[in-house]
C-alpha cells in the first residue's frame, strides 16, 4: 500500500511540470499580426524594385508583408489581367489587427501601348479611385504612393517625367482623405541630389562607358532596349528554372536603389500612418 502511495505521489508530482507549461502556453497573449500588401508596377516588384527591400529589412516579424508589384502594368492591365482582383483576396483575409495596401502606378499608365496607357488627367485618377473605394470596401486601409522618379538628366538637371502623374495621385489622396506616401517628391529630391553619374550606381548593372560619358556632361542617354532573357538547358531537370534579365537603365533598382527607396517610403509611411509606426523598421 505504502508502495502504491509512493508511486502515484511521484506521477502527480512529474505531471505537475506538465501541467503548469500546458497553463502558461494557454495563457499566453494571441499574436495581433498587422498585414501590407504592396501593389504596383515594376519600380516595385520583386528583383527590379523597392518591394523586395521594404518587406526584408524595413517591417517587424509581427507583419505579413507581401509583395504583388509586376512589371509593366498600369493602372489598367493590373485591373484587367486579375492581379487586382488577387490583391483584394489578401486584403479581405481576416486574422489581422490591421491590413493596408500600398498602390504605386504611373510608369505604364504613360505606355503608349494599348494595352497599358491610361488617360493621365481622367481615366488614371478614376482607377486610383475605384481602387482606394475596393480596398476600404475589403475592411483595408488604403495608401496612395506617387510613383518613383526615374534617373534622367538633361542639362544637368534631373527629368522627372511623372511629376505630373504625381499630382494626379496627390489630389486623389487628398479627395479621399487617403494616406500619401509621396514617393516622387522624395527619390526626386535623393537622386538630383546625387547627381547623373552616381545615380547610375542606384541600377541593377553599371552602365556602359557611353552612358557614363554621356551622364558626366549632364544629359543621359535613351535608355537602352531591354535583352532578350533565354532561360540556359538546367544541367538538373529538377532545378528552378524560373530567370530574371537585369539591366543598365533609370527606371529599375538593384539592391543599393531597392534600400534607398525603401527607406523613404518606409519614412513616409510612417508619417502617414501613424498607428503602423511601432511595426516599421527604419
Not at 509593366?72 to 489581422?96: D, M, N
Not at 535583352?227 to 540556359?232: G, V
Not at 524560373?242 to 539591366?247: A, H, L, S, Y
Amino acid at each position: 500500500m505504502t508502495i502504491r502511495l509512493l508511486a502515484g505521489a511521484a506521477l502527480l508530482l512529474a505531471a505537475a511540470p506538465a501541467a503548469a507549461q500546458q497553463r502558461e502556453r494557454t495563457d499566453a497573449p494571441p499574436i495581433e499580426p498587422y498585414k501590407i500588401v504592396l501593389v504596383g508596377d515594376s519600380t516595385m516588384a520583386p528583383h527590379s524594385g523597392w518591394g523586395a527591400a521594404f518587406c526584408a529589412r524595413h517591417v517587424k516579424s509581427s507583419v505579413a508583408c507581401l509583395n504583388l508589384g509586376r512589371g509593366g502594368r498600369s493602372t489598367r492591365s493590373y485591373r484587367q489581367e486579375g492581379s487586382w482582383a488577387v490583391a483584394l483576396a489578401e486584403a479581405r483575409t481576416p486574422g489581422y489587427r490591421a491590413r493596408y495596401v500600398l498602390i504605386q502606378f504611373g510608369h505604364n499608365d504613360q505606355s503608349s501601348r494599348p494595352e497599358r496607357w491610361t488617360e493621365q488627367t481622367s481615366e488614371f485618377p478614376a482607377n486610383l479611385r475605384r481602387f482606394v473605394e475596393e480596398v476600404r470596401a475589403a475592411g483595408a486601409v488604403p495608401v496612395l504612393v506617387t510613383p518613383l522618379t526615374r534617373r534622367e538628366f538633361r542639362g544637368g538637371k534631373l527629368y522627372n517625367n511623372l511629376a505630373s502623374w504625381s499630382d494626379q495621385v496627390r489630389k486623389v489622396a487628398a479627395e479621399m482623405k487617403a494616406p500619401l506616401v509621396d514617393l516622387n517628391a522624395r527619390s526626386a529630391v535623393a537622386v538630383e541630389r546625387m547627381g547623373a553619374v552616381t545615380a547610375m550606381q542606384l541600377a541593377q548593372e553599371p552602365p556602359s562607358p557611353e552612358e557614363r560619358a554621356a551622364g558626366e556632361a549632364g544629359t543621359t542617354l535613351a535608355p537602352r532596349p531591354a535583352p532578350q532573357a533565354r532561360p540556359p538547358a538546367p544541367s538538373d531537370p529538377r532545378a528552378p528554372r524560373g530567370t530574371v534579365t537585369r539591366k543598365f537603365d533609370y527606371t529599375h533598382v538593384g539592391d543599393v536603389g531597392a534600400e534607398l527607396f525603401a527607406r523613404l517610403v518606409v519614412r513616409e509611411l510612417a508619417a502617414a500612418v501613424p498607428a503602423l509606426r511601432s511595426q516599421l523598421l527604419p
